[in-house]
């Protein structure tokens, strides 16, 4: 038995498409702060100006340290913030044009791995409620076509026999179990598109890699478009065919994932690979370059490139000066950063 075969009712079942599935547009997302609970006293700026698109079928992850923005960026394009400036389309329309219905027959289209499968899971409900709830909600009325449907996904994400596990709750499974769990009940609907939030940041190490595969296996037996959130660039090797980084709320590199790990262009990006662990223990002696300071407020940002206030490579009068665009380095590799400008590049030489 197969997801696409027994599709449940509401849900469609495409075959492989072109082109973009969602596209995020000049996206800004700020939240007001208060003095006092009166006036606007300014805002955080978290999601400052990103655009990307993201194809049927493709799998892009979006790094970046605590703060950066990746969190609020998801939560937007799930639908719980509104953007206070720019667009996200899905198939074409504004997930945001069509008010609370329209909302709601998006969000059908989407299935969402939390980060902490634990606290994802109502501790009241069996394995079997918990994912049966889903295809109540999408109009599936008849029993056995809903138990059909959650042996199938069991089956999927390889907890079998699913007999075994229908009648636990989630205190009774293990951390990895869990979060297959949450997998299954993201997938039980057929959706489009796959949004995994840290999904292995919770787990032993041991079972990280384990989930990713899975999670890969479904992305490419399916079609499914999946945007991975992460921090650490370590495992996105396993699971993306692009990367975005972002810094205070921007995205300052986007690459094909060999690519970007092989060849990195962005400071920060550099500095985020210097980052990873190396299990070598000669190497692990050695001292890091780490960009000195902390990530910049979000209330406050600093003007020209965020990133110049922490940059080894930072050049007077113009960092801090002028926001810089998008250079493409390489084919499909795009950074923003003022060292790749050919015209600046030039008068530094000479």
């Not at 006293?41 to 990746?70: H, M, N, P, Q, T």
């Not at 409900?125 to 889903?134: D, F």
């Not at 940002?301 to 930072?314: K, T, V």
């Amino acid at each position: 038995m197969t997801l696409a075969s027994t599709a449940p009712q509401g849900t469609t079942t495409a075959s492989p498409q072109r082109g973009p599935l969602l596209s995020v547009q000049n996206l800004r997302v700020w939240f007001e702060l208060r003095k006092w609970g009166f006036g606007v006293a300014g805002y955080v700026r978290a999601v400052d100006g990103v655009s990307f698109d993201l194809d049927y079928g493709e799998a892009i992850a979006i790094v970046g340290e605590s703060g950066c923005g990746k969190s609020s960026l998801m939560r937007t394009i799930l639908g719980l913030h509104r953007p206070r400036e720019g667009r996200i389309l899905f198939e074409g329309q504004d997930i945001f044009a069509g008010g609370r219905e329209g909302l709601r027959r998006y969000r059908m289209k989407v299935g969402y791995v939390q980060q902490d499968p634990y606290g994802a899971l109502p501790p009241f409900m069996s394995v079997r409620r918990i994912l049966e709830e889903p295809l109540i909600l999408a109009g599936v009325r008849d029993k056995r076509e809903r138990m059909e449907r959650i042996i199938q996904v069991l089956e999927e994400v390889k907890l079998s026999p699913p007999q075994d596990f229908l009648p636990k709750f989630p205190h009774m499974l293990s951390g990895g179990q869990q979060q297959r769990v949450v997998i299954a009940r993201a997938i039980i609907r057929n959706p489009k598109l796959l949004v995994a939030d840290e999904p292995v940041s919770m787990l032993d190490a041991s079972v990280r890699v384990e989930i990713l595969k899975l999670l890969r296996q479904i992305q490419e037996a399916h079609n499914l478009a999946v945007i991975y959130i992460t921090h650490d660039l370590s495992t996105v090797r396993y699971f993306s065919e692009r990367i975005f980084v972002m810094y205070a709320g921007q995205i300052v590199e986007k690459a094909p994932t060999d690519e970007l790990l092989k060849n990195p262009s962005h400071p920060y990006t550099r500095a985020l690979l210097a980052a990873i662990p190396d299990p070598d223990a000669e190497n692990a002696r050695k001292l890091r370059e780490v960009p000195p300071g902390e990530p910049p407020s979000l209330v406050n940002p600093p003007s020209g490139c965020r990133f110049h206030p922490r940059c080894p490579a930072f050049m007077q009068g113009l960092c801090e000066v002028k926001e810089p665009p998008e250079f493409e380095v390489a084919p499909d590799h795009l950074t923003a950063c003022w060292l790749y400008d050919v015209s600046v590049s030039h008068k530094a030489s000479t």
